[in-house]
T-cell receptor
């Protein structure tokens, strides 16, 4: 059973507009959530994270929102740039899981000039 | 430069021929992990290690072995590879999560693309 779900395999956005990537989870024990970005032929790289005690975390153009009651988080990229085109993975972890991450299937973002 | 290295980057082999994919990190991280990425399935954990001589199974450990004899190295061993192990493999490392380490950020290697015919 998939514990972390990214239901949109792909997303296309115009440069300068907002990109919103969504992620849902089922395990209420998750207490830390992360977004990773992956370019072709490279390993995933950490982008931004949020603890379950917060509902928002911002880092430059990237903001992650967490809605615990809905078990939903989203990544907002504003403004989107062509260099943001990549696959974005949502990941979650529970303290008791010793830091093991459960990943979603990923969403491929294409930002068109 | 802080990094996780994997070798080889690409490997084509035949069914049943034992192989090892090496992973090394230079960040003195306690935690290391192996993942495989398959189309439509995302990243799935194979094995992980909390420290030297401490390893445990992830979600898809069947057909794989690991060892952690040194802190910096975490090789992935396929004793008898099969075609269903054709995949893209990633090694990752991080410091141990805890009150002093609020981030679960893992550093990933560049990946090893394995094809088993």
């Amino acid at each position: 059973d998939q514990q972390v779900k990214q239901n949109s395999p792909s997303l296309s956005v115009q440069e300068g507009r907002i990109s919103i990537l969504n992620c849902d989870y089922t395990n209420s024990m998750f207490d830390y959530f992360l977004w990773y970005k992956k370019y072709p032929a490279e390993g995933p790289t950490f982008l931004i994270s949020i603890s379950s005690i917060k509902d928002k975390n911002e880092d430059g153009r990237f903001t992650v929102f967490l809605n615990k009651s809905a078990k939903h988080l989203s990544l907002h990229i504003v403004p989107s740039q062509p260099g943001d085109s990549a696959v974005y993975f949502c990941a979650a972890s529970a303290w008791r899981s010793q830091g093991n991450l459960i990943f979603g299937k990923g969403t491929k973002l294409s930002v068109k000039p | 430069e802080a990094q996780v290295t994997q070798n080889p980057r690409y490997l084509i082999t035949v069914t049943g021929k034992k192989l090892t994919v090496t992973c090394s990190q230079n960040m003195n991280h306690e935690y290391m992990s192996w993942y495989r990425q398959d189309p439509g399935l995302g990243l799935r954990q194979i094995y992980y290690s909390m420290n030297v001589e401490v390893t445990d199974k992830g979600d898809v450990p069947e057909g794989y072995k690991v060892s952690r004899k040194e802190k910096r190295n975490f090789p992935l061993i396929l004793e008898s590879p099969s075609p269903n192990q054709t995949s893209l493999y990633f090694c990752a490392s991080s410091s141990i999560p805890g009150p002093r380490f609020p981030s679960y950020e893992q550093y990933f290697g560049p990946g090893t693309r394995l094809t088993v015919t």
